[in-house]
C-alpha cells in the first residue's frame, strides 16, 4: 500500500471533476460520472460561498427565479440523484429515472466555479468547455466570428479526444 497523501478540498475537487470528464468522454458509466460530479460540485459550492464567490448556476443561481414555497422541491430535484446514487437508507427497494443531462450542467457549473477560485484551468476542462458550447450553441451569446470558428470543428471529433 502507497504511503499517505496529502489533498486539499479543492485538489479532491479537481481530481473527481477531471476523473468525471475523462469517464464522460470515454461513454462511461452515467451514475460513476454524476456521483464524481456532485461531490466535486458541493466541494467547489462550499469554498465558493465560504470565499464569498459569485452564486453558482445550479443550485444557487436557478433557484433564486423559484417562488419559495417550491423552493424545497426544486432543491430536492437537484439532490435527487446524487443523494438516490450514495444512500440507500430510506429507499432500498426504490428506482429512479435518472436524465444524465443535468451532470453535464453540473460540470460546466463546477468548471467555471473551479477556474474562479483557483484560476487553474486544466486541459480537461477547457475540452469540456468547448464541446459543451460547441453542442450547446444556443445558450450562450456569442460573437459571431466564434461562431463562425466553432462551425468548423466537429463535436464527435473533440469528444474523441
Same mark, same amino acid.
Given at each position: 500500500?502507497k504511503?499517505?497523501i496529502?489533498? %486539499?478540498?479543492l485538489?479532491?475537487?479537481?481530481?473527481?471533476?477531471?476523473?468525471? +470528464?475523462r469517464?464522460?468522454?470515454?461513454?462511461?458509466?452515467p +451514475? %460513476? $460520472?454524476?456521483?464524481? +460530479?456532485?461531490?466535486?460540485?458541493? $466541494?467547489?459550492?462550499?469554498?465558493?460561498?465560504?470565499?464569498?464567490?459569485?452564486?453558482?448556476?445550479?443550485?444557487? +443561481?436557478?433557484?433564486?427565479?423559484?417562488? !419559495? *414555497?417550491?423552493?424545497?422541491?426544486?432543491?430536492?430535484?437537484?439532490?435527487?440523484?446524487?443523494?438516490?446514487?450514495?444512500?440507500?437508507?430510506?429507499? %432500498?427497494e426504490?428506482?429512479?429515472?435518472?436524465?444524465?443531462?443535468?451532470?453535464?450542467?453540473?460540470?460546466?457549473?463546477? $468548471?467555471?466555479?473551479?477556474?474562479?477560485?483557483?484560476? *487553474?484551468?486544466?486541459?480537461?476542462?477547457?475540452?469540456?468547455?468547448?464541446?459543451? $458550447?460547441?453542442?450547446?450553441?444556443?445558450?450562450?451569446n456569442? !460573437?459571431? *466570428?466564434t461562431?463562425?470558428?466553432m462551425?468548423?470543428?466537429?463535436?464527435?471529433?473533440?469528444?474523441?479526444?
Amino acid at each position: 500500500m502507497k504511503e499517505s497523501i496529502r489533498i %486539499s478540498k479543492l485538489d479532491a475537487a479537481k481530481r473527481q471533476l477531471e476523473t468525471a +470528464v475523462r469517464i464522460y468522454f470515454s461513454n462511461g458509466d452515467p +451514475v %460513476s $460520472i454524476h456521483t464524481l +460530479v456532485s461531490a466535486s460540485y458541493n $466541494i467547489i459550492k462550499d469554498i465558493n460561498k465560504k470565499r464569498e464567490g459569485k452564486p453558482m448556476l445550479v443550485k444557487e +443561481v436557478m433557484i433564486e427565479f423559484v417562488k !419559495p *414555497e417550491y423552493q424545497k422541491m426544486i432543491k430536492g430535484i437537484f439532490n435527487e440523484a446524487e443523494n438516490f446514487f450514495k444512500h440507500a437508507n430510506l429507499d %432500498s427497494e426504490k428506482s429512479l429515472d435518472f436524465n444524465p443531462e443535468l451532470s453535464e450542467l453540473l460540470m460546466l457549473d463546477a $468548471i467555471s466555479h473551479y477556474y474562479g477560485l483557483t484560476g *487553474e484551468d486544466s486541459p480537461l476542462f477547457q475540452i469540456f468547455r468547448a464541446w459543451y $458550447i460547441i453542442n450547446n450553441p444556443l445558450m450562450f451569446n456569442l !460573437p459571431e *466570428e466564434t461562431k463562425r470558428m466553432m462551425g468548423s470543428f466537429d463535436s464527435e471529433s473533440i469528444k474523441a479526444l
